[in-house]
């Protein structure tokens, strides 16, 4: 069942994120954690964590999953990728979205990280946007999953949902970034990823939210949202 709101144009107290974060991380527990944190908690290569956040962009996470092990099967560091041919590239990784254009930018990215980088992934922002293909989503989250220093990955589902909340007034993802660096707590930097994209999957979802089965309702200004469930 769909209900209409009309919510008043208010927001968050500061403070308050420690409280809608705490919460959020409870409810996603019993989701699968993403693949490429999945990596990341296995202690994976660097170049396999940037490969799968390439991989999994506009890809459901187990097609992420399932292409990124068979590409792994084959080659699995920069100078053996940087000379595969690119159909086997695209065999690999198929059926991934736009797998054609990511054939191009994984062999292309795995060339300037030899040339450029002596076969070591880049361990900062600015290294990692000299790559083909990446961009400031990917590059946040290699820095902080891989190497685990500061840096907040703001995707659309992590736009949305500080926006709803009112915890930033922000129209694109960069300059949620942006205010999310003025603003969240750095304990909250780079699990911040990690909590809400679940969330934004299973929850607070773009259209009709799951707001009734929602442990931060009665919390949350729920601004923007026309309908929820």
Known sequence: MYFLLAQPMKHMKGDDIHVFLRLVKKAIKEWPVPFVSYLAEQG???????????????????????????????????????????????????????????????????????????????????????????????????VTLAYEKPGICVDTHVHRICNRWGYVFTKVADLTEQALREKLPRRWWIPLNGLLVPFGQNVCTPLSPWCGACGLSELCPKIGVLSRR
């Open 44 to 142: 994976s290569d660097p170049f396999k964590i940037l490969i799968a956040c390439i991989l999994s962009l506009r890809t459901r996470d187990q097609t992420t999953a399932d292409a990124s092990k068979r590409l792994f099967a084959i080659s699995s560091d920069p100078y053996s990728m940087s000379e595969m041919d690119l159909k086997k590239i695209e065999k690999a990784i198929f059926p991934v979205g736009f797998f054609r254009i990511k054939s191009k930018q994984i062999r292309a990215m795995s060339q300037k990280i030899c040339k450029d980088f002596n076969g070591k992934t880049p361990d900062f922002i600015e290294g990692l946007l000299s790559l083909p293909g990446v961009g400031r989503k990917t590059a946040n989250l290699v």
